[in-house]
């Protein structure tokens, strides 16, 4: 039984591909043309899919490019729409996938609304908080009769002055801690204490509602500020007027002139008690807080609020100025207690979170060492440009206290921001250091 000789296969792929293109081909000679444009809209779906999102800048970034660089007179910029060989018939693709219609080329600002808007997003960055030393008490100074409730350093950092709740002004030498003086003349718990750097001048203020210019080469009173209606809670001096702001519970902070004793400005608003008051050079000169949960920022000029600032939810008893970083923080009660503020606006830049107290005081210095004293007598140690708390410890209240007699009323770094001093509700003052290395 002889079999057939198969057919070659070639003339049978040749017939079976002429009658698919005849079915498949609404044009027998165009045979495959297509196959250009088939791949300029997929490279235009392609553009759709992964740059849409990129193609509108922000209101911002357009602002600046459109006004970058000066252009050459006849130089006309090209419009980058779909890489470096794209051409119109992309361009209205990609408007036909987008729904959009084509824009002109015009401007450099509507060029880049395109693919052209593809800028380099800002990461965000973890800062890392500066490592600062540990710090321990040093030394724990005894001599008052009453709570410490205000200390000041001197400018020339050889003494300081403490106020109490025994209507006595002490001055202690600062390396020794030995009493040097003692001053008497308020009735009650002396609040407040400021030494001038320009003058040979004490202030201090009290709950007997004085205000007080102590002369300290005589070691005697020259001056008295009248006008407060109650307690005065505090006072602050202004680094380059001779101007002293003073604050109490009569929910004002009054401004006086150091010299003639005339009160300038009555500083109103707060509807509570101002418990903090503190000044520096740049606006705002005079900065408050009060027992109403507000921070007021204030033009010193006029007398009157540049800012109010409600983001405390209590009653805010302390405030401190860094003394270079054109900031602030304030202390009050409850969660969230302590917030940093970025001057002149009062901008609020975060929260020192993790100290659960009243916050009775607060310090900085020009390393970036923050420092909270609550009222239950925690103390904790923050890095200032991070809010990362890096020591929290203890007040110790000394033998012949009570338990609850461990609360921090008020603090003070010296002038080189290696002590802290504290004065507590046990009667002592207490001298902080950092460790040595």
């Not at 003052?429 to 950092?434: C, D, F, L, Q």
Request: hydrophobic share 35%; proline share 5%; aromatic share 8%.
């Amino acid at each position: 039984m002889s079999t057939a000789a198969l057919p070659p296969l070639e003339p049978l792929f040749n017939l079976n591909g002429k009658r698919t293109r005849s079915v498949f081909s609404s044009c027998p000679d165009a045979g495959f043309k297509d196959e250009e444009n088939s791949a300029r809209l997929r490279l235009a779906a392609k553009i759709y899919d992964e740059y849409r999102d990129f193609k509108e800048l922000p209101s911002a970034l357009l602002s600046q490019q459109g006004h970058v660089g000066p252009s050459r007179p006849k130089e006309q910029r090209k419009l980058i729409t779909a890489g470096a060989s794209a051409d119109a018939e992309t361009s209205r693709m990609i408007a036909k996938i987008d729904n959009t219609p084509v824009s002109q080329p015009s401007t450099f600002a509507s060029a880049s609304r395109l693919s052209q808007a593809l800028t380099l997003h800002k990461t965000t960055r973890t800062v890392k908080p500066t490592y600062h030393p540990p710090w321990k008490l040093v030394r724990v100074i005894s001599g008052h009769l009453g709570w410490v409730r205000s200390v000041a350093v001197e400018p020339g950092n050889q003494w300081f002055a403490t106020g109490a709740g025994d209507r006595v002004i002490k001055i202690w030498d600062l390396a020794s801690g030995e009493l040097k003086l003692s001053l008497t003349g308020h009735i009650s718990t002396v609040r407040g204490l400021a030494v001038s750097s320009r003058h040979p001048y004490l202030f201090s203020c009290g709950e007997d509602k004085m205000v007080k210019c102590w002369d300290l080469e005589a070691n005697k009173v020259i001056r008295h500020y009248h006008g407060h209606l109650s307690g005065v809670y505090s006072l602050s001096l202004h680094p380059t007027l001779d101007v002293l702001v003073t604050a109490g519970r009569d929910a004002s902070a009054r401004v006086w002139d150091m010299r003639t004793k005339a009160q300038i400005h009555v500083l109103s608003g707060h509807t509570g008690t101002v418990a903090d008051v503190k000044c520096q050079e740049s606006d705002p000169q005079v900065i408050t807080g009060s027992m109403d949960s507000t921070v007021r920022l204030w033009d010193l000029a006029a007398g009157k609020t540049m800012v109010t600032l409600t983001h405390h939810k209590k009653s805010i008893r302390s405030l401190a100025i860094h003394p270079t970083e054109y900031s602030f923080a304030s202390g009050s009660a409850g969660g969230n207690n302590i917030k940093k503020w970025k001057c002149p606006e009062g901008t609020f830049v975060f929260n020192f979170s993790g100290h659960n107290a009243i916050i009775n005081t607060l310090s900085v210095n020009a390393e970036g060492v923050f420092f909270s004293g609550g009222d239950n007598g925690t103390l904790t140690f923050w890095d200032y440009n991070t809010g990362t708390p890096f020591q929290n410890m203890d007040d110790v209240p000394q033998p012949g206290s009570l338990e609850a007699e461990a609360g921090v009323f008020c603090s003070t770094f010296d002038m080189t921001g290696t002590r802290l001093i504290t004065g507590g509700a046990d009667k002592t003052i207490k001298v902080y250091a950092e460790q040595s290395q």
